[in-house]
């Protein structure tokens, strides 16, 4: 008697079901036509149903073996040795397609290491492409001969980190304040660009009050909104000689926006330089036409005095610690080469 039984381990469920069927009519008939005993042959079918699936599981394992035997094969050749151009180190690599390599295969040149550096260096080269760009007159700052007028406060300046080591917010900006001509601006631009050399702020912009004056006349041509928007997103931003802008009810309230989008909703630093020393001095400028422009610029600074730390470059003494974000500091002082005036 012949049983077709097709039973391995991956039949699914509906084909063994219907080849058990078939065996079972099949040992029916041949009981009913006095064949051998019913049992022998349930013995023989289960003993041919074992020994079939036994052998397919057999093949499936030496396919198995000889597929991870090609695999440990492949990783073998595909390991070689090649010689550091820069450092000269000898490493190991692998070749992406070992049956592929010839003379003509490209080795790599460099290690691990060396790649990383030149890739850090290609990087930086960008973003100080991009500072270029972006800050056309940063070779009129960069380039500045002799020691700074005030030497302790461009140090401060430098200093300035908006996260501690264990990456806690200690401060979201500088507002430097003092006469023209002792190096605000200066330290501003030397303190970005070293910033975005090390990777701590992948952007810079600075503008000044001309840009800030043009506000009613980008309201007028529909430009406000991208030039606003950029202000607000860049990472690192300058207002320098902040004091000498025209204050309007409209350049108020841009204003207002800018510093309330950045200083609170998104925590990015700026950076400020202007004459004005005092409080009352500052909230002056807004007192124009409009009343609510007053109020406004009590807003701004209130804002940037809980946020920013200050430093009087009108002040000959040496910087002290910068007070931590959301105090007040020295404030109720008269103001000192690190503090927050009045």
């Known amino acids: 008697m ?10 699914d469920a509906n084909t063994l079901e219907q080849q058990l069927a078939v065996m079972h009519k099949r040992l029916t008939a041949a009981s009913l036509a006095d064949d051998p005993p019913i049992h022998e042959l349930r013995e023989y079918a289960h003993r041919w149903t ?30 070689d040795k090649a010689q550091c151009k820069v450092c000269g180190v000898e490493f190991a690599f692998h070749w992406e ?19 990383r550096e030149k890739r850090d260096q290609l990087l930086r080269d960008e973003r100080l492409a ?65 910033a975005v050399e090390r990777n701590d702020f992948s952007e810079f912009l600075a503008v000044n009050s001309t840009h800030l004056n043009s506000i009613p006349e980008k309201v007028l041509d529909r430009s406000i909104g991208p030039f606003m928007e950029r202000l607000k997103s860049v990472e690192l931003l300058l207002i320098d000689d902040l004091d000498k802008v025209r204050i309007t009810p409209r350049v108020a309230s841009e204003l207002w926006g800018l510093f309330e989008d950045r200083l609170r909703h998104h925590e990015f630093p700026i950076l400020i330089t202007m004459n004005t020393r005092t409080k009352r001095d500052f909230v002056r400028l807004f007192s124009g036409r409009d009343a609510d422009s007053r109020q406004i610029g009590l807003s701004i600074y209130n804002r940037i005095r809980q946020a920013c730390q200050f430093i009087d470059f009108d002040v000959e003494t040496q910087p002290a610690d910068p007070p931590a974000l959301g105090t007040d500091g020295p404030g109720s002082q008269e103001p000192t080469a690190l503090g927050n005036p009045n």
């Open 2 to 11: 012949n049983f077709d039984i097709h039973a391995h381990h991956y039949l």
């Open 97 to 115: 397609n070992p049956h592929r390599k010839s003379r003509l295969s490209q080795r790599p040149e460099l290690c691990l290491q060396c790649f």
């Open 50 to 79: 074992f020994e079939k699936a036994s052998k397919q599981q057999q093949v499936f394992e030496e396919t198995r073996a000889l597929a991870i035997k090609h695999q440990v094969e492949y990783y073998r050749n595909s390991r």
């Open 130 to 194: 991009q500072f270029r760009v972006d800050n056309p007159l940063m070779y009129h700052y960069l380039d500045q001969q002799g020691a700074p007028p005030r030497p302790a406060q461009y140090q401060a300046v430098l200093n300035w980190r908006d996260h501690d080591e264990e990456c806690n917010r200690i401060s979201l900006g500088l507002v430097l304040v003092g006469d023209s001509f002792t190096g605000k601006t200066t330290a501003c631009y030397h303190l970005a660009h070293g």
